[in-house]
């Protein structure tokens, strides 16, 4: 599920600007998501949820790669001698 999601998060701008929002409702705390808004620097609740959610996603790539990296030796390039 996640492939399919990552899929369609990452498409180029202007296509995922093309993709279509759904209303939710959910139950959230006034005080989490005003402290969500302020630290985001975020204007509305839906900025501030969607923001978040970005995170979350990026946070899991940035895991990907760190797995996917894990067990690669990287060497300095030639004639560095760090």
Do not use: N, W
């Amino acid at each position: 599920m996640y492939d399919s999601v990552k899929r369609q998060y990452t498409l180029e701008p202007t296509v995922a600007a093309r993709v279509r929002k759904t209303p939710k409702t959910y139950r959230l705390t006034p005080a989490k998501i005003a402290a969500a808004k302020a630290i985001l620097g975020a204007a509305t609740a839906t900025e501030a949820i969607e923001t978040a959610l970005d995170l979350v996603v990026f946070r899991q790539e940035l895991m990907d790669g760190v797995e996917a990296m894990r067990g690669v030796v990287i060497t300095p390039p030639d004639g560095d001698a760090s």
